[in-house]
């Protein structure tokens, strides 16, 4: 019998790792800006390059992730990854250190940290139901969101100080040792063995199967709907409120570094309250309902005045986008048979990265044509729209009404 999550050894082991991970990750990211800024100043297409080297990672090496993750010990491909980006930062910040960093030289560092902390990732979210029973799945999304939310601000926040005052190679350094850190907590993991595969591993036969797993398993397919909605919301986030908070409304840098953390403060809790009051049966509603309402705060936010009412927002919606987030996670979880979960996880990362760049690009050119204030409220329309759409999907696919097939 599985023992509840706060006497789960393994599940904290993985929950501590998982939070030194991320920690580590907020201390890359600003020490990428700062070493960005430093080398090419006043240079929105470095910053956008480096967007770019941050997704096609996921990507590419998304669904091989996942196969691996269904074929291999997922607790290895942990240790792999926290090990090959221990070494990858700790010679970042030497060259870092002596300044010996060119742009294109940061662009490859990027694209393979990325490429191990996505198998990473996808590797975490597949082994979560080897370690948890099934009525916890929920519950432990929630825990491990909620601390991903801590550790976030407190990666941004001290890596900032960081970066500010001493440069990147200090930001580079420490990461290198939170990863150190992950892989001690890690190998703490005891995960049961899982049952052999029925036959030999054919690597092209195999990532077919995921992709028929996608398209033919009806909970399964209904979840990655909604989480294209989702992305486009990250894409709308990242090109229009982000600038017009900045620019439109002028509230600075300032005033979108203050909506960043109170957006992670709406996560947090939003977190908190999934973990406590969310069940799977209500799955279609409170997708539905959580991207619509989101569709509704997109669609109001050229008509917000008041800044106290564009905080207060903020807040409810980092809340919304949590809940949905977990659930989606935990529905995929519930409905992919063990055997074919880390591919489902990497088409997920791949559709979120995918969508997120060409919603972007997309979204940035319709604002040139057409205005901030239109695009918002046609963006906004659009996710209102998907929300009245996941309702049906996922209700008449059965989502949180059944469990995940066994292998």
């Known amino acids: 019998m599985t023992p509840p999550l706060h006497r789960n050894r393994s599940f904290l082991f993985l929950a501590g790792a998982n939070f030194i991970s991320q920690f580590g990750d907020r201390l890359t990211h600003m020490g990428l800006i700062g070493l960005v800024a430093l080398l090419k100043p006043h240079s929105t297409l470095a910053f956008s390059t480096m967007a770019l080297f941050f997704a096609l990672p996921v990507i590419l090496w998304g669904l091989p992730s996942g196969y691996f993750a269904d074929r291999f010990s997922r607790k290895s491909l942990l240790l792999v990854g926290d090990f090959s980006r221990l070494v990858l930062l700790a010679l970042l910040a030497f ?20 490429l191990f902390g996505a198998m990473f990732n996808i590797s975490r979210n597949a082994l979560i139901p080897d370690l948890v029973a099934r009525p916890q799945l929920l519950r432990a999304n929630a825990v491990l969101t909620l601390i991903a939310r801590i550790s976030t601000v407190l990666g941004t926040v001290i890596g900032g100080l960081l970066v500010q005052r001493m440069g990147a190679a200090p930001a580079f350094a420490l990461n290198a040792l939170t990863y150190g850190l992950s892989f001690v907590l890690v190998l703490g993991i005891r995960v049961p063995a899982r049952s052999p595969a029925a036959r030999p591993s054919r690597v092209f036969q195999d990532l077919q199967e995921g992709l028929h797993e996608a398209l033919h398993n009806r909970p399964v397919r209904a979840v990655l709907i909604t989480v294209v909605f989702l992305a486009f919301l990250a894409a709308l986030s990242y090109t ?9 409304i002028h509230l600075g840098t300032e005033g979108v570094g203050i909506l960043g953390g109170l957006l992670a403060v709406g996560m947090f809790l939003g977190a908190g309250l999934a973990g406590s009051v969310l069940r799977d049966r209500w799955a279609p509603a409170v997708l539905a309902l959580g991207l619509g309402l989101l569709g509704l705060g997109v669609l109001a ?7 106290i009412v564009l905080y207060g927002g903020t807040v409810l919606a980092g809340a919304v986008a949590a809940m949905v987030a977990i659930l989606q996670d935990t529905l995929l979880q519930l409905h992919t048979p063990g055997d074919r979960l880390g591919k489902i996880f990497g088409l997920k990362e791949i559709l979120l990265s995918a969508v997120f760049l060409l919603s972007s690009f997309g979204l940035a050119v319709l604002a040139d044509f057409r205005g901030m204030a239109p695009t918002l409220r046609l963006a906004g329309g659009a996710l209102l729209v998907a929300g009245v759409i996941s309702f049906p999907l996922c209700r008449g696919a059965g989502c949180g009404r059944s469990g995940r097939q066994p292998v």
């Open 301 to 307: 936010v050229p008509q917000v005045t008041r800044h």
């Open 95 to 114: 060259l870092a250190r002596r300044n010996l960093v060119t742009l294109p030289l940061l662009y490859g560092f990027v694209f393979v940290v990325f």
């Open 240 to 248: 229009l409120l982000v600038p017009y908070v900045q620019q439109w």
